[in-house]
Nanobody, 123 residues
Framework: QVQLVESGGGPAQPGGSLRLSCEASGLLQDLYRIGWFRQAPGKEREGVLSISDHSGRVTTSVAVKGRFTIARDKAKNMVYLQMNALKAEDSGVYYC????????????????WGKGTLVTVSS
């Protein structure tokens, strides 16, 4: 059984940084993509960053390019989202997710979800 558990959310000021962590367990193969979606109030869930566990190829949304990075520690079964230069529009619930496909554009193709962690960026 796949389990994804996020941590590290909370309040942050504009221009500040946060690091989210996701502990992934129960993944039995390396042919998957793991990463992060987010959902702001009243908006659709959107893909943020992901990394292929097999090739290491990273996908990055335009909204966070140059500010957010993703890192994978396979030995610890962890994936991290480093968020820098935070903006108010980065606020929302951040979900750790796994897809057995190679796309990160549409949440309907995600196979596993964490419960999410809330990030609030305000002054």
């Amino acid at each position: 059984q796949v389990q994804l558990v996020e941590s590290g959310g909370g309040p942050a000021q504009p221009g500040g940084s946060l690091r989210l962590s996701c502990e992934a367990s129960g993944l039995l193969q390396d042919l998957y993509r793991i990463g992060w979606f987010r959902q702001a109030p009243g908006k659709e869930r959107e893909g943020v960053l992901s990394i292929s566990d097999h090739s290491g190829r990273v996908t990055t949304s335009v909204a966070v390019k140059g500010r957010f990075t993703i890192a994978r520690d396979k030995a610890k079964n962890m994936v991290y989202l480093q968020m820098n230069a935070l903006k108010a529009e980065d606020s929302g619930v951040y979900y750790c997710a796994v897809s057995y496909g190679d796309s990160w554009d549409d949440p309907q193709y995600i196979n596993h979800w964490g419960k999410g962690t809330l990030v609030t960026v305000s002054s």
